[in-house]
């Protein structure tokens, strides 16, 4: 894999009170907030870390009302890869095992995710980004 870049994107943790958990990581920890979104009527996400996330990794904090839909993906990591077809193609014939094929993260998406397992079941997604976070935004 040395001629393959990667690095660490975001570890995923559920939160009970989102904007409790942002004011903890930028107030008291001196983190930015990379990212807000509202993903559907039950659920909003919020990336937080140093700088932003083209320059490094976040913590990608997610509140719902479905905990039993994220908890299967709480404490992931996810991975930034330059080729994630070529990766997998890589990994499959190391026999890793996929628990979710190479597909856009969104319909017509160029942005492309894919979730494998390590050895001792811990959920790992591999992501391949080509739309620029941008700089962080200053608060919730």
């Avoid at 014939?93 to 050895?119: K, R």
């Avoid at 079941?121 to 976070?133: D, K, Q, S, V």
């Amino acid at each position: 894999m040395n001629d393959i870049k990667l690095r660490i994107r975001h570890t995923m943790l559920p939160v009970r009170d989102l904007d409790r958990t942002i004011d903890f990581y930028t107030r008291l920890l001196g983190m930015n907030v990379m990212r807000l979104r509202q993903q559907d009527n039950n659920t909003r996400v919020g990336y937080v870390g140093y700088g932003s996330e083209d320059e490094g990794p976040a913590l990608e904090l997610i509140e719902t009302s479905r905990l039993e839909a994220v908890l299967p993906w709480a404490g992931h990591v996810a991975i930034m890869v330059p080729d994630l077809y070529g990766l997998c193609e890589r990994l499959k014939a190391q026999g890793v095992t996929f628990t979710h094929e190479p597909h856009p993260v969104l319909p017509g998406s160029p942005d492309l995710m894919a979730h494998i397992v390590d050895p001792d079941g811990y959920a790992i997604e591999l992501n391949e980004r080509h739309t620029p976070f941008g700089p962080p935004s200053m608060g919730p």
